[in-house]
């Protein structure tokens, strides 16, 4: 908060023009930069740029946390005109939620205004000399608050001790005027006398006024601890909004470590202030009633599910997750703590204050002790082999499956404070999960878990989502969750964006912008794509895991155009040189990538073919480096790469001769006119070719069982697509040649050889 500070200084100096223009009433006022200073500079805006349509997820992301934490801080605000401003400001700011990119880098203009306005101090009148700070990179920058608010606590300790000085003397110099003078029957000179009066009423006088110093003092400190832990909490909040927009791809930082310490000293602060009411002697009922009632919300926001369990849960399947609490070090000693985990439901969650109702599941392994850990010094309950037993399910509503059904853990136990008189009930949920009874269910339970995490609203009602989204969002979440789940920093691109969109408007001659078409829940996982078994998500993920598993370093560096439709695809290639090609994903297969070429057609013209997608069995058997060597009439990736030198270090060597007198054998893909130019074997014969495409036949009886092309030769069907003058049209099917070398002098071992070939190997 280092740069708000000098700011705040800096601007009772500037006129209010300059102001107003710095911090626009109506889109980002002085309160928010005022109320979430240190929040808003341990975030990263200067990335922020209109151009960067990838980045608005995380605009959306940081727009949602602002407008939940100005929510919070004014409820928990104890002025009402403060509290009414900041609600609305927090329901003007929601006319960012269409634009969020704007939000983003209108905060990174602020705060690079005022940087150049700190760093040109001369322009203003008198300017004042402030220490250099370098920017803490802490994400909890607020601990400057904690350290202020201790200051304020020794403040409070200090008045006290002299207060008490001050009592001390005045009894003092009462005894001295009510006892010995009386008892001994002096007569004292009357100005002597009145000299000690004088001492006594200015001591009096004195206690009086420290009494309402000290008073005001404590009243400043508890607003201010009310402050710092409204500040707190909102933190919480957002590591916990943070950590559900992780499973979407967005960046998380888990270390809980700055907010366990935070947790700490503000527990400390509140210790010492009951203590200061309690040493004033008469009560004050309004501070230790504050009092109270932050301690209570302190101890009872500590608990944090560090590690959530699986969004997805398999009944009768192990799992893990584990809670910390951040309070571990002020736990009293004696009794272990224990806690209990409980499966609920929707309905449930909703009332977490009243009793629960029904049984809504059966977990095992469900308790879970809480342990201190010195050497990292934190205080976690691991439960390590929790499972679903069972489950129960609501009714379900209309077409409603149960993959949209979402459930939560609720962590639940009672705990000791020291210092603390009484235990206090703590409890967390989780973030929702979705229970399936068998693997086929994953891929859609899944698509319920991501809608849930890119499209509900901070503070939600649990688990609330909206049923329809603006496509920029949709699109947005797909690239977070495409990239982070590849593992790579290429991002899908524009033309990438329009296909996809295309494809779940089912609009492929649709050519506007499609970013504020909303798209439904039912457009993305639950109405299967015209013409095709499979729904969108269904589709999208396929092509993702293939990605993940077998294309991360082609999509990483670029060499695959990816998602594309058949149309662009002619524009791209119909005026390039036969044997230009590209790799793009299948659109009618789920988790397929297709070579389309450019080849010679029959009239001397050209025309654009699409080889049989390979999945992840193909890959499996053969790299995808590996099949484009193979196809010698592909030469150029576009626009005009040549393909040897693009795709060279993804070749495998060749197998040098194995020991033990076996024959290498290997793959290759044949494609069209070579796969038909292979020599056919008469009947009774089968044939392998070597690696000079000749062949060398063997009987078919030797094998057993008897060997068939039609099991072991792949067929790959070309994909095709009609387009107003270019000449579509299948290729004859790929066939894989199974290509030796035959060692002189050996005599070939051929039920080892047909093992190898077959096609479970």
């Not at 905060?107 to 700070?133: G, W």
Request: aromatic share 8%.
């Amino acid at each position: 908060m280092a740069q708000w500070i000098h700011m705040s200084q800096m601007i009772q100096r500037l006129p209010d023009d300059t102001i107003n223009s710095l911090y626009p009433p109506s889109a980002f006022p002085i309160e928010v930069r005022h109320f979430l200073a240190d929040w808003i500079e341990s975030q990263r805006w200067d990335d922020f740029a209109l151009e960067k349509v990838e980045q608005e997820s995380q605009a959306q992301a940081l727009l949602d946390q602002t407008i939940s934490m100005l929510q919070s801080i004014a409820q928990q605000n104890a002025n009402v005109v403060d509290r009414m401003k900041l609600m609305q400001i927090s329901r003007n700011m929601t006319m960012f939620q269409q634009q969020p990119l704007q939000f983003g880098v209108m905060v990174r203009d602020i705060l690079r205004k005022e940087r150049v306005l700190l760093s040109t101090p001369a322009q203003l009148p008198n300017p004042p000399q402030y220490p250099q700070h370098p920017m803490r990179q802490s994400s909890h920058p607020s601990m400057q608050d904690v350290d202020h608010l201790v200051l304020k606590v020794l403040d409070v300790q200090e008045i006290r001790q002299k207060m008490h000085h001050l009592q001390e003397e005045l009894n003092w110099e009462r005894e001295n005027y009510e006892g010995p003078m009386q008892q001994n029957g002096l007569d004292p000179a009357q100005s002597e006398i009145q000299k000690l009066q004088n001492r006594i009423q200015q001591l009096e006088y004195n206690v009086k006024a420290m009494a309402t110093k000290r008073f005001q003092l404590l009243k400043e400190s508890v607003d201010f601890l009310d402050q710092c832990q409204t500040r707190l909490i909102s933190r919480l909040k957002a590591w916990r909004w943070e950590q559900h927009k992780a499973a979407i791809g967005h960046p998380f930082d888990e270390n809980l470590n700055p907010l366990q310490t935070w947790c700490e000293q503000l527990l400390g602060v509140n210790g010492k202030l009951r203590q200061e009411l309690m040493l004033i002697g008469e009560p004050i009922p309004e501070l230790q009633e504050r009092l109270g009632q932050l301690l209570q919300v302190l101890i009872q926001s500590s608990l944090v599910v560090e590690k959530q369990p699986p969004q997805v849960i398999k009944t009768q399947s192990k799992f893990s997750t584990t809670v910390r609490y951040l309070l571990g070090e002020k736990v009293a000693p004696g009794k272990p703590v224990v806690l209990k985990a409980q499966i609920i439901n929707e309905l449930q969650a909703r009332n977490l204050g009243s009793v629960p109702g029904d049984n809504v599941g059966e977990l095992i392994n469900n308790t879970a002790i809480l342990e201190h850990n010195t050497s990292s010094k934190s205080t976690c309950a691991t439960f390590r082999n929790m499972s679903i037993k069972k489950i129960k399910r609501a009714d379900r509503k209309g077409s409603e499956s149960v993959t949209e059904e979402k459930f939560a853990l609720l962590f639940s136990t009672e705990i000791s404070i020291t210092g603390c008189d009484a235990p206090y009930r703590i409890q967390m949920i989780s973030l929702p999960v979705v229970v399936i009874v068998h693997g086929s269910q994953d891929n859609n339970a899944l698509a319920t878990i991501i809608w849930d995490c890119a499209f509900s609203e901070a503070d939600r009602v649990p688990f609330v989502v909206p049923e329809r989204v603006p496509w920029r969002m949709m699109y947005s979440t797909l690239n977070s969750k495409f990239t982070s789940e590849v593992g790579t920093k290429h991002n899908l691109d524009q033309y990438n964006q329009h296909f996809l969109a295309q494809k779940i408007f089912d609009k492929p001659d649709f050519t506007d912008d499609y970013s504020n078409t909303m798209v439904s829940w039912a457009q993305f996982n639950k109405e299967v794509l015209p013409g095709r078994p499979f729904t969108f998500w269904q589709w999208f993920e396929g092509v993702m895991e293939l990605t993940k598993k077998h294309l991360k370093t082609y999509w990483s560096e670029g060499l695959i155009f990816g998602f594309i439709g058949k149309q662009h695809l002619h524009l791209i290639l119909k005026d390039r040189p036969n044997g230009t090609f590209l790799l793009r994903f299948s659109d009618s297969e789920i988790g397929g990538i297709t070579i389309a070429y450019v080849s010679a057609s029959e009239n001397g013209g050209q025309k654009i073919q699409n080889i049989q997608p390979f999945t992840k069995r193909d890959l499996d058997i053969r790299s995808l480096g590996d099949r484009i060597r193979d196809i010698g009439h592909i030469t150029y990736l576009y626009p005009e790469f040549p393909k040897h030198e693009v795709f060279k270090k993804f070749y495998t060597e060749p197998q040098l001769p194995l020991n033990g007198g076996y024959i290498p054998v290997s793959l290759q893909t044949k494609v069209g006119a070579e796969a038909g130019s292979a020599t056919q074997p008469p009947p009774g014969m089968a044939a392998v070719g070597d690696n000079s495409h000749s062949n060398v036949l063997f009987p078919v009886h030797q094998f057993q069982p008897p060997f068939s092309q039609s099991e072991s030769i792949h067929q790959e069907i070309m994909e095709t697509a009609a387009s107003p003058g270019v000449d579509f049209s299948p290729n004859p099917p790929v066939v894989y040649s199974e290509h030796m070398t035959p060692a002189n002098n050996m005599d070939l071992d051929l039920d080892t050889l047909l093992q190898d070939l077959s096609p479970g190997n």
